[in-house]
């Protein structure tokens, strides 16, 4: 048995969004929800569809030299932690998006249709 010792961190949507603007931004989003495209219907500009369930058998495929952003539905539910908790047990740098993509739509902020 092992412990892990780190906060979940959350990072707010206006950082996020500034550093995507940066032809050489450290960030990655990682849309995180565990559903096909036709049910989630759009998700942030530029993001990654990367589901929690499968995160775990790709991390071989990230670049540890990325900050990796992760978000789900809502502030209310656990794909998110589930997720950034995966990649910060692997020695990844991340983060939980506050407000999830709710609240990314909620501030009129980009996203793409699916």
């Not at 997720?83 to 996203?111: D, H």
């Amino acid at each position: 048995m092992f412990n892990l010792n780190f906060t979940i961190c959350h990072i707010d949507h206006f950082t996020v969004l500034e550093n995507l603007k940066k032809e050489d931004s450290p960030y990655v989003i990682l849309d995180v929800r565990n559903a096909p495209a036709q049910v989630k219907k759009d998700q942030i500009k530029g993001a990654i569809a990367m589901p929690a369930k499968d995160l775990a058998n790709h991390l071989a495929d990230l670049d540890k030299s990325k900050i990796y952003v992760v978000y789900d539905w809502n502030g209310g539910t656990i794909l998110g932690k589930a997720a950034l908790l995966t990649l910060l047990s692997a020695g990844f740098e991340g983060y939980e998006l506050a407000g999830a993509i709710e609240g990314w739509k909620g501030m009129n902020l980009p996203v793409e249709t699916l």
